[in-house]
């Protein structure tokens, strides 16, 4: 089980927007700790989508958004495409700096 | 560019020790984090741990006990150990470059698993 928790599974029509959150506690996400998200395509290594809770990396389009709120944080996509069908995993540390990954949600585009 | 890649057995027997090696090209060992993370068929990311050229290891302390994380600068390589290994440990082994920053360069995963 893991300290951070996301939704196994979401979905939306193309062109909608979904969102996916990922909860923590006062010893993660609560305590400031940047939130990372990444996505992945099924046999591949995860790509980084969003980085220290809002940022997005070169080549990421806008569609994809973050934000983080006391003990959580949350994904946006907008404009949902069908290449958006994939994993996703929130990623945060806590007070000891161990690094934690939520259990993942797959993201199915209707 | 910066370029990772795992090598190791694909396959241990229970008990036995689980080793891996991650080469680095495109940068210098010495100058990032470099982490290990794995992903059991059909489920997510678990962190492995982290360490600095010259600093000590991070460990997820669910594993403390049986990990074990190294360095060779000369070699521009980092390597994982995994003792005592159960069928549990079978999974995808990433390497990847950053300790607790966001992880933009992985390897590509290999597949280690654990049987007789």
């Known amino acids: 089980q893991s300290v951070l928790t996301q939704p196994p599974s979401v979905s939306g029509a193309p062109g909608q927007r979904v969102t996916i959150s990922c909860t923590g506690n006062s010893s993660n996400i609560g305590a400031a700790y940047d939130v990372h998200w990444y996505q992945q395509l099924p046999g591949t290594a995860p790509k980084l989508l969003i980085y220290?809770?809002?940022n997005r990396p070169s080549g990421v389009p806008d569609r994809f958004s973050g934000s983080r709120s006391g003990t959580s944080a949350s994904l946006a996509i907008t404009g949902l495409q069908a290449e958006d069908e994939a994993d996703y995993y929130c990623?945060?540390?806590?007070?000891?700096?161990?690094?934690?990954f939520g259990g993942g949600t797959k993201l199915t585009v209707l | 560019q910066v370029q990772l890649q795992e090598s190791g057995p694909g396959l241990v027997k229970p008990s036995e020790t689980l080793s891996l090696t991650c080469t680095v090209s495109g940068v210098s060992i010495s100058n990032f984090y470099w982490s290990w993370i794995r992903q059991p068929p059909g489920k997510g990311l678990e962190w492995i741990g982290y360490?600095?050229?010259?600093?000590?290891?991070n460990y997820n302390p669910s594993l403390r006990s049986r990990v074990t994380i190294s360095i060779d600068t000369s070699k521009n390589q980092f390597s994982l150990k995994v003792s005592s290994v159960t069928t549990a440990d079978t999974a995808v082994y990433y390497c990847?470059?950053?300790?607790?920053?966001?992880?933009?360069?992985w390897g590509q995963g290999t597949l280690v698993t654990v049987s007789s």
């Open positions: 990623q945060s540390y806590d007070s000891s700096l161990s690094g934690l």
């Open positions: 990847a470059r950053g300790g607790l920053a966001p992880t933009a360069y």
């Open positions: 220290g809770n809002t």
């Open positions: 360490i600095y050229y010259s600093g000590s290891p």
